[in-house]
């Protein structure tokens, strides 16, 4: 069974730096695209950074200049590296892997809370 383990949430004062990390796990299939994606409470998920297995990056603009993105195609996994956190990047982000290159089938982790305090 394909999981996505996430790992590197946490509580962080608004200007530090903060790590999640995602691995998947159960399947020997490269993703496609692997992302990260948060929501808030009462907002819509929306994307931070994908990237496909390719390499091709794509990073909201909201985290533009603030984000470092990178996966491993070998391990299966993706990181993201965040700095200059601010308050409104509190929510709970989600690890994604997308499968497919037409197809939007995609396997989600349970998510891991980032916290931003002023």
């Known amino acids: 069974q394909v999981q996505l383990m996430e790992s590197g949430g946490g509580l962080v004062q608004a200007g530090g730096s903060l790590t999640l990390s995602c691995a998947a796990s159960?399947?020997?299939?490269?993703?496609?695209?692997m992302g990260w994606y948060r929501q808030a409470p009462g907002k819509q998920r929306e994307l931070v950074a994908t990237v496909t297995s390719g390499g091709t990056t794509n990073i909201a603009d909201s985290v533009e200049g603030r984000l470092t993105v990178s996966r491993d195609n070998s391990k299966k996994t993706l990181s993201l590296q965040m700095y200059n956190l601010k308050p409104e990047d509190t929510a709970v982000y989600y690890c994604?892997?997308?499968?497919?290159?037409?197809?939007?089938?995609?396997?989600w982790g349970q998510g891991t809370q980032v916290t931003v305090s002023s």
């Open positions: 159960g399947t020997t299939v490269n993703p496609y695209l």
């Open positions: 994604r892997a997308r499968w497919s290159q037409w197809r939007a089938d995609s396997d």
